[in-house]
């Protein structure tokens, strides 16, 4: 019974060890998430800011792995150098070490006195007070986690158990360091990794070797979770992270084999052995940067070797073939595949958009601007290639396809433009604020996102088949559209006069992202009107007949 309790206090100390770490970013990034993300993009045009700039980042966000993410995601973009990029990762891997060396200096008797001052912060209204309030409280969690971590592996001095399983490690370093790979890896935070073994050779039981072995195995682990979180990116970001797991992999095979030398030299110095494993931690992510600055270039060189780069996307017309031109029906039918090809890429823009906003990730918006330059492109492409087809002389009816498939072509290129410079630029406003819409609120913008896709779908088969029933749905859709906009924002008005808190910071956000949905809406039912049109359904004007007042 007593080893479950001392073992469900370990696991429960480190849980908030990992919450504090999270609370610390979620905090950083709405109070300084524009400003840290414009310092590692704009600090990156030196090999000396670069280091710098991942150092400070990393140390802000407690968090190598957001590091990583955010530079590969700029270096997807062009906006970082992939030599600079792995010169940032060098930074941040030292700034791991030093937030871990911060953590171990003894501080823990002030984590009441932190986590109370960030509740009273938390409090305030600015987005930034309430940032930097979470993250003073994540501190303060982290100071209480060593404190409890401390009480947890005070028992395991005398326990022969866990003595025996260590011995067994000492004679086995290749397998402690899998080990602490893998929980690193798991735990996806080399720091929480660091401090539980810093806590474990408190007790003593550690020899100064094992303590050098399990410190390699958290900075290999560390290095696994941004690999693994950009494998589905591109190419220029997955070898941003691969180039960082190389650097690390190869600095463990070499510091391995002489860990018992690093042990003696170590043991020589005047150092605490409480502390051994944080001093051993930054003494190797100091003498990596220094070994792979220099080489840094052959780095980024070797992962572009190892990944390669993404196929070229056709992004040109594909079924706009110059010899239909002669027969007007199959280069009507031609046109009208190209564009349904047009309306599947506004649907992954918007499907893209939506996995954004739903689960606060920048990495879906990425793909949105080449998919925007393709609906330009293909309507462009489009118009010329039906306009040539004009020339030729066509019927009434062909001619008037014609102009339909042009109208909902341009529709389609409108849509593109509002998804790209309207609901991402709020979406990333969301993200990069930290902020947070009202359950309410957010559950609405959900369903019109939801509601939009579905129209699209719907659209996309009536322009197709030029079906009247499904005509006529869409049109009414449209009202439910505009009713369900209304509502929207009479609720969101409701709940600003109400004072909620979520309300107040994401007003602009929340009304602008209904104002350009429903926009969105007008544009896809557009499809509609030519066939209502020539059944007579519609009507010039919503306005209701009356008498002329006097």
Not at 190 to 203: F, G, K, P, Q
Not at 314 to 333: H, T, Y
Not at 438 to 458: A, H, M, P, V
Request: overall charge neutral; aromatic content about 4%; glycine content about 8%.
């Amino acid at each position: 019974m007593e080893s479950t309790i001392v073992i469900v206090n370990l696991f429960g100390a480190v849980a908030l060890l990992l919450f504090g770490l999270a609370q610390v970013k979620d905090g950083v990034t709405r109070a300084f998430g524009v400003r840290l993300r414009s310092g590692l993009a704009t600090g990156t045009r030196s090999g000396l800011r670069s280091f710098v700039s991942g150092l400070l980042a990393t140390i802000a966000l407690q968090s190598s792995t957001a590091t990583a993410l955010t530079v590969a995601s700029f270096a997807e973009r062009g906006l970082i150098r992939p030599r600079m990029a792995q010169i940032v990762l060098l930074g941040a891997n030292v700034g791991t070490a030093v937030t871990a060396w911060l953590v171990a200096t003894g501080i823990e008797w002030l984590s009441p006195l932190i986590i109370l001052i960030g509740v009273v912060l938390h409090r305030g209204r600015s987005s930034a007070r309430q940032g930097a309030g979470t993250a003073l409280i994540g501190v303060g969690l982290m100071l209480l986690s060593l404190h409890l971590l401390g009480l947890a592996t005070e028992p395991m001095r005398q326990s022969p158990a866990l003595a025996a399983f260590i011995g067994l490690l000492d004679n086995a370093w290749p397998v402690a360091l899998v080990i602490s790979a893998a929980l690193a890896f798991v735990s996806s935070s080399s720091l929480a990794m660091i401090v539980l073994i810093l806590s474990l050779a408190s007790t003593g039981i550690l020899s100064t070797g094992l303590v050098i072995v399990l410190v390699l195995g958290a900075n290999l682990g560390g290095a696994v979770p941004p690999v693994i979180a950009t494998l589905s990116g591109p190419a220029a970001a997955r070898r941003i992270t691969l180039g960082n797991l190389i650097v690390r992999g190869i600095g463990c095979a070499i510091a391995m084999p002489l860990a018992g030398f690093g042990a003696e030299i170590m043991q020589a110095l005047p150092l605490s052995p409480e502390k051994l494993p944080v001093d051993a931690h930054l003494a190797f992510n100091i003498l990596l940067a220094l070994a792979v600055w220099p080489f840094s270039g052959l780095v980024s060189d070797l992962a572009a070797r190892l990944v390669p780069a993404d196929p070229e996307v056709e992004d040109g017309p594909r079924f706009l073939d110059p010899q239909a031109l002669e027969n007007p029906v199959m280069a009507l039918a031609n046109a009208t595949r190209e564009v349904l090809g047009v309306g599947d890429a506004i649907e992954r823009m918007l499907i893209r958009a939506e996995n954004a906003f739903k689960h606060n990730d920048l990495a879906p918006l990425f793909e949105i601007a080449a998919l925007e330059r393709r609906v330009d492109r293909l309507q462009q492409e489009v118009k010329i290639y039906l306009s040539k087809l004009g020339r030729e002389g066509l019927d009434a009816e062909n001619a008037r396809r014609s102009i339909v498939i042009i109208d909902y072509a341009i529709n389609l290129e409108h849509i593109g433009d509002i998804i790209e410079k309207g609901i991402c630029d709020q979406v990333r406003k969301k993200i990069s604020n930290g902020l947070k819409f009202s359950d309410d609120g957010y559950e609405e913008l959900k369903n019109l996102f939801n509601l939009t896709i579905d129209n699209l779908r719907t659209a996309q088969t009536i322009f197709q088949t030029g079906d009247f029933n499904l005509a006529r749905h869409l049109m009414e859709i449209k009202v439910d559209v505009r009713r369900l906009e209304k509502r929207s924002a009479e609720r969101h008005l409701e709940r600003l006069r109400d004072g909620r808190m979520e309300s107040l910071q994401t007003s602009s956000l929340h009304l602008d992202m209904l104002r350009d949905l429903k926009r969105i809406n007008a544009h896809i039912v557009s499809v509609a009107h030519p066939i209502l049109d020539d059944s007579g359904e519609l009507i010039e004007s919503r306005l209701r007949h009356a008498e002329p007042r006097s």
